[in-house]
Structure formats: C-alpha cells, structure tokens
C-alpha cells in the first residue's frame, strides 16, 4: 500500500468521525443537558433574591405603548397597595415588554402566567430587579415580573415574605447554568 493511499485514507475516516461527532453533538435528544440562561423566574425564591423590589399593586390606567428596534413596551400607572420588599411609591409607571395581541389596546407576554400584561382594574404581584421605584415624575421602573395577586393581599403578604426570607437552594445569579431535560 502506497503512503499516499494510507495518508488519504485516513484523512477520510478523519473527517467523517468528525463529522458523525459534530452531528451527534448537534442534535439535541430528551434526556440531555442545555444551557439556562438568567434568573428562574418561575421561582418565587429566585424572583424575591434577584429582585430589588416587590410590590402588590392596583393597574390604574395603561398609560403609553412603543415600539423600538422591534421590540415592543407599555407603560402602566399603578397604585402600590403594599410594598413587599423595596420602596415604591404610591402611584409609579412601571413598563413591561409586550408583543400586540391582535384587537386595538390588547397585548400579551410570552409567558401569560409568569408575566402577566398589567390590564386597569387588576390586582397584581409585580418585581423590578433596579431602577427607581420611588414614583417620581418622568421616572418608570421595569417590571420583569408580573403575576395576578390571586391569594388576596394577605395571602400575597405571607407568600412573598416566606419567599423573601427563604435564600434559593441554588445560586441565584443571572450566569449560565445547565438543566437536565428528561427523556420523554
């Protein structure tokens, strides 16, 4: 055999044990591991520890819609009816993204019962991870958390002073982490 067949050969076996590796890796399989990005803000533990504030509060009015490099916000006045942790002020704007919901003046979130949209009328928990909550005028603070307050304000009071004084099990910081995704 010649050195010029050995060498070619593998250089071939090479390149497809590479590339059958690059196809395994690639493709994503229940039971595997992926990359998380941010806070889980499906935790109440892991939304109280990251976030600066937290607060029951009352939507007043729907208040200003934009729309910015594709991406789209709207800005609520609401009433502070108690503040969990942090400072607001009794009458703030707080903005949150949306995407337009199809008939005029409605809009929806991604994520309906993490981040709820703020509707007038409505009784909501909401956390802003920084910024002014004071109320002051031509300031707004970004809610990244918005859940409708369902257990009444006593009931909101001790869930989220329990998840206020209860550190996360694990780290709650905006970096990477993996999950497992059970096979299925």
Not at 45 to 53: E, K, L, N, P
Not at 126 to 134: E, K, L, N, Q
């Given at each position: 055999m010649s050195v010029q067949v050995w060498v070619g050969g593998c250089l071939a076996a090479a390149v497809a044990g590479a590339g059958a590796a690059w196809f395994t890796i690639a493709v994503q399989e229940p039971g595997t591991t992926h990359a998380l990005?941010?806070?889980?803000?499906?935790?109440?533990?892991?939304?109280?520890?990251?976030?600066?504030?937290?607060?029951?509060?009352?939507?007043?009015?729907?208040?200003?819609?934009?729309?910015?490099?594709?991406?789209?916000?709207?800005?609520?006045?609401v009433k502070t009816l108690e503040a969990l942790k942090g400072e607001f002020g009794a009458v703030l704007d707080v903005t949150q993204g949306v995407k337009n919901g199809g008939a005029p003046g409605r809009y929806a979130t991604e994520d309906p019962?993490?981040?709820?949209?703020?509707e007038p009328g409505h009784k909501y928990v909401?956390?802003?991870?920084?910024?002014?909550?004071?109320g002051a005028a031509g300031s707004e603070a970004w809610a990244w958390y918005a859940e409708p307050a369902e257990r009444g304000l006593a009931g909101e009071r001790e869930h989220?002073?329990?998840?206020?004084?209860?550190?996360?099990?694990?780290?709650?910081?905006?970096?990477?982490?993996?999950?497992?995704?059970?096979?299925?």
């Open positions: 990005c941010g806070p889980d803000l499906g935790r109440d533990d892991v939304v109280a520890a990251r976030s600066q504030a937290v607060a029951v509060v009352e939507v007043v009015e729907n208040t200003r819609y934009r729309e910015d490099g594709g991406s789209a916000y709207l800005t609520t006045r019962d993490r981040y709820a949209v703020l909401i956390a802003v991870p920084s910024g002014s909550t004071t989220w002073q329990k998840a206020i004084a209860t550190p996360p099990e694990t780290a709650a910081s905006s970096a990477c982490e993996d999950i497992d995704v059970p096979a299925g």
